[in-house]
């Protein structure tokens, strides 16, 4: 375990002190949600970089209670992309010029 991953767990723990969630699935959830959204765009980030994200996709779902069970997957994994593309827009230009492309053509080879 990483020294970056030993701290987003203490955030996860100090973010989950008021709200139902458990740091375990917070951290779960902000990998996957940062996961699929970089999917989409072929992106990749250094460590400091993706820590960052991280950490503000937690804040996110805590602050947005996403771990409730009124969310599916697939919502809460859409809710984080559309907060990220508005915080990020270049990326989000990546992300929709890619998307475009693998409608038309199929996925790219790169």
């Known amino acids: 375990m990483s020294d970056f991953d030993r701290q987003l767990h203490r955030d996860a723990v100090e973010l989950c002190q008021t709200g139902p969630a458990t740091p375990d699935k917070l951290v779960a ?34 602050w947005e209670c996403l771990l409730a069970c009124c969310f599916t997957q697939a919502d809460r994994l859409e809710r984080i992309a559309e907060m990220l593309d508005a915080a990020y827009p270049r990326y989000a230009c990546t992300r929709a010029r890619l998307d475009a492309r693998r409608n038309r053509y199929g996925r790219p080879r790169f």
């Open 29 to 62: 959830l902000a990998h996957a949600g940062l996961k699929a959204w970089a999917k989409v765009g072929n992106l990749q980030f250094p460590p400091e970089r993706r820590y960052a994200l991280l950490q503000q996709i937690m804040r996110y779902c805590a």
